[in-house]
C-alpha cells in the first residue's frame, strides 16, 4: 500500500548541507500536505517544515532561512534543502504526507533517516 521512502541523510560538517528527499508511492488518489518532522534523542519529534498541495511553505523558527522545502507533484515527491547545518540540527528526519486513498484521507509516514551535523 502507501508507502514513503525518504533518503538522502548522513553526516556532515558544521556549515554543510544535504537534500533529503521523500517519494510516496501506492495506492494514492491524491497527496495534500507535506512535511518534515525531525526527532533528536531523547526529545520529541517536532515539525520542520510543511508545503501544502498548493505550494505554500511553514517552517519552524530554528531553520528558517536556512532549510527549503519544496515538492515534485508528478513525482509524489518531497524535498528537503538543509543549508548551513548546525550540530543541533542532528536528528533523525520522517516525512509526512496527508494522502487520500479509497476516498479517505490519513497521515503515512517514512521510516525516518539520520542526520548528523559533526566535526
Known amino acids: 500500500q502507501v508507502q514513503l521512502v525518504e533518503s538522502g541523510g548522513g553526516l556532515v560538517q558544521p556549515g554543510g548541507s544535504l537534500r533529503l528527499s521523500c517519494a510516496a508511492s501506492?495506492?494514492?488518489?491524491?497527496?495534500?500536505?507535506m512535511a518534515w518532522y525531525r526527532q533528536a534523542p531523547g526529545k520529541q519529534r517536532e515539525l520542520v517544515a510543511r508545503i501544502a498541495s498548493g505550494g505554500s511553505t511553514n517552517y519552524a523558527d530554528p531553520v528558517k532561512g536556512r532549510f527549503t522545502i519544496s515538492r515534485d507533484n508528478a513525482k509524489n515527491t518531497v524535498y528537503l534543502q538543509m543549508n548551513d547545518l548546525k550540530a543541533e540540527d542532528t536528528a533523525v528526519y520522517y516525512c509526512?504526507?496527508?494522502?487520500?486513498?479509497?476516498?479517505?484521507?490519513?497521515?503515512?509516514w517514512g521510516q525516518g533517516t539520520q542526520v548528523t551535523v559533526s566535526s
Open positions: 509526512k504526507g496527508t494522502i487520500t486513498t479509497w476516498a479517505r484521507s490519513s497521515d503515512y
Open positions: 501506492g495506492g494514492i488518489n491524491g497527496i495534500y500536505a
